[in-house]
Structures are given as C-alpha cells and as structure tokens.
C-alpha cells in the first residue's frame, strides 16, 4: 500500500509557517546516529539512521540501482561498491533486496544492507550497517596455504572434519558433487581487527578468511581471520552455534509415528523421504559424527533415543514448512541432518560443529532418555541453520545473543506446534536450561544492560547469558505482563498470542536483520515485520513496543493520546503519538529558533493549542501519519494440535475507544464525498473561520470560507467540490487559535 506523503502549509500567525505532512512513520533508534549527509534528507523522511532509513513517498527510487543513483546518500566513495547476492518475495508480496559492500573489489565484512520494496513495486525502508570512510590496503602478502597453515594453528584440533571419510562421503551426496569438502577454501575480506561490535573504518584490515570445521568435540568450529600482511589472527567467531549444558531426567513424548526408508530384505533405516525434505538421524553410538542411520527391523522401534530424535527432527520440518512456509532450514529443501546419541559422558547439542547438520550428546548417563534430543532442543539447532541462512547472526556479544535466542524462541514454538502446549523453558523435558518467564532464575539478564548482563569474553561474548533479554520480550509480547525493569521503569503488556509473536519474530529474522544486528536492531526489525503483518497502528505493533520498553531496549513513544510541553529543541525533535497529538493542552510549549527541526506526528489529529508558540525562525514540521491496513494472512496450519489451528487476520479496522477521548474541532460527512460534503463546527463563542483546501503537495487550491461568526453552538457549512479531480485532498479548518487538518477523498 502507498503510504502517501501530503504537505499542508498551515500559517498560524505572521511569523510561523507550519507545514503538515502525511508519510510513513520512521522507527527513530536513539542508539544509533543519523546519516549526515544533505543528500540523504532529499529521499528520507525525518527519524532516519545510519541503520535504518524510511524513504519519502513523493520520491520514486529504484531498489537495483539505488547505491548507484544515490551513493552520496549512503556516504559511498569510488571505491564502495554494493552487491546484490540474494533477492526474497515473502508470502506478503514484498521483496527484499540484499547487498553485500565491496572497498576496492573486496569483500567488508558486516558490510550489508537490505532494501524492502512493498507488494507495488515501491522502495520504502533500508536497513543494515555500511562501513563508510575505509582507506586499506588491499593488497596481500600471504597466500592462501601460508594463511590456512596459520589458522590451523590456531585451531589446534585433533582431527578436521574433511578428515573424515564418512562425513566427506555425506556431504558429496548432500550436494550432489563429488569435489564437494569440508577442506577450508580462503577468501580475502576487510574485517575488524577489534571483535568488540564498534565497526569502525579504521579497525578494519585485510584479511584472509577460513571456515574450519573440526572433529574434535573439544573445538567448536571457527571462522578464522589472518591478517594478509602481518600473519596475526585478527579475528575468530564460532559458526558451530551449541546449547548450554545441563542435566536432568528426561521424558517422552508417548507413542508416536515415525517415516522411514525401507530397504528390502534388509530393513527400515532411519531416512525420512517422504516428503520434499529428506530427513536424517546417524547413530553416533556414543562417539562423534557417523554416516551409520539406524535400522529396525520390522518398524516398530523399541529404541527410545532412535525414535525421539526421528520424531523430533520431523517435527521441526513440519514446524518450519507449516507455519513458516519455509522448506528446510536453508529455505531450499536442503537435508535435515542429525547426529544422535553422541560423545557419551557428554551434555551438549550443536548446529555446525558437523557442518550444515546438527549433533546430540548423549547426556551424563547411559539412560536413552538422557539425550539432549527433546523436540525444544531439536528445534534450537536446527532454528540456528535458519538463522545462518537468513540473517547469519555473527555468533558473538550481542549479535550472538540474539542468535540464541531466536533458536530459543522457535525451539519453544517446535514444541508448542508438536505438543500442543508452551512451558516457556529450553529443554524442560530433561531438565530445563533457561526461562523465558524468569532468566534470572537462571542466571540470565531480563533487562538490556541490566542485572546479570554478561560483559566478559566467555561464551563468545555472553551469547548464552544475554539471549534472556530477547526471550523475556517474547514471552511478554507472547503472553503478556506488567512490572517494573532493573532501572525502575513501570511497563504493562497486553499479550498478543504466542500465535502472531512467533510470526513477527519470524519475518524480523528472515527479511530484516543482518549478519551485525544488535539489540536495537531487533527491536526496530520486530516493529517493521509487525507493520506489515497487522498494520501500522495495529495494536500487534504497540504491543512490540511496549514489550520492548518492558526488557529495556528503547522507550515506548507511541502512546494513543500524547500532550507535548516544554521547549524544543535543544536538538532535532521527533515526537509521536499513535492517535493523537496534542501540544500546550493546559501548558506552554514552545518551539525555538534552531538550525533543527522539530517533528510532531500522529494518526488521527495533531491539535495546537493556544499555549503553542512556534517563535520566529524556528523550523517546526507536524504531520499526520494515516494508518496501512493489514496485509497479514492466516498460515497454512494444515499440522500440529487443536491449540495451533484456527488462526485468522485482524480486522483491517483497527480502533479503540480511546481515541475519541479529545474532542474534534469539525466534523465531515460524507467522506469520501463524491461532488457535495457537509462540514460540522460547534463554537464556544465568536471566532473567525477559516477553511482552506490544499492538494497533497500542500499548495492552496481555494479558499472555502474565511468569515467571522457571530453565533455559538452548532454551525454546518456546506460546499460542493464536483468541480475537483478524484484524488485525496487536505481541508485546514482553524478557528479560535487551533488548526485541525484533516484527509478528504474525492470520489
């Protein structure tokens, strides 16, 4: 849906100018900086980022040639080039373009951004991180032997997985190429010298890359930096991505059906090929990784380990495809691999420590049911496969963090699909490891920098101690809540259902975020996917906010009825309500002259009041924001318990009673008007009138009435406009000091 921008200018007294203008709401992040360039300002609308940018509606831009048109907008020099590598249509209809950022023809790393495009064909928001100001050498001194021979080093594992003849043979098979290997192949990329997350220009230096898997329980795999000239490892992050360890009794599922492969005369082995995904379980019989699949013989299995984790892996496919739409983890029928039953002694589970798979230990004790295979676990893993092929979440700090917990929340929502309810516990079934309802109970923060906020190096950067800050906000948007956070903020959360949460984590992960995203990112990734499944005003989109302000990563700003007071600015100025926006109600507020401009927006009205001053010279801008109807669709739920069918869209009609609570200065009927409208005043006493229609452009197009009256009370006006164009109009009534603009549509 077009997200109109119309400019009304409002002349208030001989000295203000204020312009009213209709456009898309930017998600403003106080934690990051706006883009500082005059190039920018002419496609964005106010409250943009260096992160994050809304585009104005009355610029067309073009998503395959936008770095190209406007590089100057985004600080790109003659040597940044950026790469389109992957391009996504979601089930919404809206697409979604990645770039990768090249300096000089090579690669920067967490140089990424996405432009998203709505179902029309219309560029409206980019996000993601530019390294902008890079002056590196990019010429290297190693070769590619010299750096691996170094990050080999480094690794100092006892066996390698391309060492291992049965792994190599499955991976050939899995891609269907016999030259296929684990053996590290090099990449030269500009990457940081600080692992830290602060990006900086002057951090970055080039380097040789390698992913190193190993077969070595011991060491986890890597992603190995060389610095090319120096010879230094400069830079590791793990791509094997494990849960914590744990113990405790473990239970089943009760009697369940499994697919298998038969094999005559042999028998059923554990291969699920009755679907588009194959699915695998190997039986590790308590070591590392091994091609051998189970096998029974006349298919009713009597191993309880064998049949959980075939189960299990089904469940999570069925999970992903039903609800998600989402074939395998890499969204392209790639096999589903799990390693059961392995490393006894041992209490772990992991994504990538076998490659594009995923490994089960077999717990402390020789008991079946001591794996870490429950269907939350399984679903863990392999939402770490989904995340490495979406987003690909740097496992480290915070980024790290938000990996975790995105393997968290859809390892909950596997076993809600599965098992027909929620515990909000990661692996309750053998003993639970962490609570979305109470992290701390686990040793994990429930409030951004906040108590038990992890900020040593261990657990490359805390990545399983500070996922409980994103898991607590899913379980209040989920299921809602009130309280207080660490820094004595009040929230109140009213849950939206597990049902629609897990939809809007879904689509922030899969179409929003990027290899760097923080924190704040996730925030204003869950703020965008929840526009565009419910709708801008929904109460689904306020909920994420309040959610948000509720683990403490930003404020909520989008209250229904906002009066503003004070003085502004002492710097730029945005200012939002989701209904309505009232300045100088029972207060002064006043706007200075500064070289800033201060933006006040809502839905519905944006009233000021006569204690409002807009003093000469300053730069003040308010708009109203209209509200896009929902373009959400019900999910195939063809699978899973009674308690996950029967979902349905909201309504488009998005309202509530609180926004009638300010009493409107006109009112119109009808609207849309076809060629005559009726306009309704109620006057307190004698006021001068003024009414004005305006195109979207903010140009004046007549002056309806400009007259004093005489009489209080009731007053309707009538006029006819069959002599304009259809089109949306702007109609500016003011009257006793106060404006009120509001859209028409022209039939």
């Not at 969204?331 to 691999?337: E, L």
């Not at 526009?531 to 302000?549: H, K, M, P, R």
Request: proline residues 2%.
């Amino acid at each position: 849906m077009k997200r109109l921008l119309e400019l009304i200018k409002l002349k208030l007294s001989p000295h203000c100018i204020i312009i009213i203008a209709i456009m898309a709401t930017g998600f403003v992040q106080a934690q990051t900086n706006r883009i500082h360039t005059t190039a920018i300002d002419a496609i964005a609308k106010p409250g943009h980022t260096e992160n994050w940018v809304d585009f104005r509606d009355d610029v067309s831009l073009n998503a395959l040639t936008l770095f190209v048109q406007h590089a100057a907008a985004f600080n790109l020099g003659a040597n940044d080039k950026m790469k389109l590598v992957k391009t996504e249509t979601d089930e919404l209809g809206f697409t979604h373009n990645r770039y990768q950022q090249f300096y000089k023809n090579v690669k920067v790393m967490y140089g990424e951004y996405i432009i998203h495009s709505n179902p029309q064909g219309e560029v409206q928001t980019a996000n993601g991180r530019l390294l902008t100001g890079l002056n590196t050498n990019t010429t290297a001194s190693l070769n590619e032997t010299e750096a691996l021979q170094l990050s080999l080093q480094f690794m100092n594992a006892k066996k390698y997985l391309w060492e291992n003849t049965e792994i190599e043979s499955a991976l050939k098979v899995e891609k269907n190429d016999e030259r296929a290997t684990y053996y590290p192949k090099g990449e030269l990329a500009l990457v940081p010298a600080a692992n830290n997350g602060s990006f900086l220009a002057s951090d970055y230096r080039l380097a040789w890359t390698f992913k190193i898997y190993t077969d070595d329980h011991d060491v986890i795999a890597k992603l190995v930096c060389v610095d090319a000239n120096t010879g230094a490892i400069i830079h590791s992050n793990a791509i094997a991505m494990e849960c914590s360890a744990g113990s405790g009794a473990s239970a089943f599922n009760g009697s369940v059906t499994v697919n298998t492969r038969y094999s005559f005369p042999i028998g059923y082995y554990s291969h699920n090929d009755c679907q588009t995904t194959d699915l695998y379980v190997y039986n590790c019989n308590g070591g590392g990784a091994a091609n051998n699949l189970y096998l029974d013989g006349d298919n009713t299995w009597t191993n309880a380990s064998a049949v959980q984790a075939q189960w299990g892996i089904a469940m999570v496919n069925n999970y992903f495809t039903g609800e998600h739409g989402r074939n395998s983890w890499d969204g392209n029928y790639g096999n589903m691999i799990a390693y059961n039953n392995a490393y006894a002694g041992s209490n772990n589970a992991c994504w990538g420590c076998t490659g594009n798979s995923t490994i089960y230990y077999a717990g402390s004790t020789a008991a079946a049911t001591d794996d870490w295979n429950t269907n939350d676990i399984m679903g863990h893993e392999f939402a770490h496969g989904v995340t490495q092929a979406t987003a690909g979440l740097v496992y480290s700090y915070e980024s790290g963090a938000l990996n975790e917990s995105f393997s968290d929340i859809f390892g909950e929502m596997v076993e809600s699909w599965s098992e027909g309810n929620c515990d909000y516990l990661v692996g309750a079934d053998r003993g639970a490891i962490r609570s979305f309802t109470n992290p701390n109970s686990y040793s994990q923060p429930d409030t951004y920098l906040g108590t038990l906020w992890y900020t040593g190096t261990g657990d490359n950067g805390g990545v399983h101690y500070n996922s409980g800050v994103q898991n607590r906000f899913f379980h209040l948007l989920s299921e809602g809540g009130s309280g207080t956070t660490d820094f004595g903020v009040a929230y109140n959360v009213s849950g939206i259902s597990r049902f629609k949460a897990r939809q809007i984590m879904y689509r922030a992960l899969a179409f929003y975020l990027t290899s760097s995203s923080q924190y704040i990112d996730a925030r204003a990734a869950s703020l965008h996917a929840a526009w565009d499944l419910y709708g801008q005003c929904s109460n689904e989109i306020i909920q994420v906010g309040n959610a948000w302000q509720a683990v403490g990563v930003e404020s909520q700003s989008w209250q229904f009825n906002k009066n503003v007071c004070g003085i502004y600015p002492a710097s730029g100025t945005f200012i939002q309500a989701i209904s309505i926006l009232r300045a100088a109600d029972g207060c002064a507020t006043t706007i200075t002259p500064s070289a800033s401009t201060v933006y006040f927006t809502a839905r519905d009205n944006v009233y000021l009041k006569p204690g409002f001053i807009a003093q000469a010279g300053s730069n003040f801008v308010a708009y109203l924001e209209p509200c896009s109807s929902t373009m959400w669709k019900a999910a195939n739920t063809d699978a899973g318990s009674d308690a996950e069918k029967g979902l349905v869209p909201i309504s488009e009609n998005n309202t509530d009673t609180r926004i009638q609570s300010e009493k409107a200065l006109y009112t119109i009927a009808p609207n849309p008007i076809t060629n005559e409208f009726t306009l309704t005043l109620d006057l307190t006493d004698d006021a001068l009138v003024e009414i004005t229609l305006y195109n979207i452009l903010g140009n004046t197009l007549e002056v309806l009435q400009h007259e004093q009256q005489t009489q209080t009370g009731n007053h309707q006006l009538h006029f006819n406009i069959g002599h304009l164009s259809q089109g949306v109009y702007m109609l500016d009534v003011k009257t006793n000091g106060q404006s009120m603009v509001q859209k028409i549509t022209k039939l």
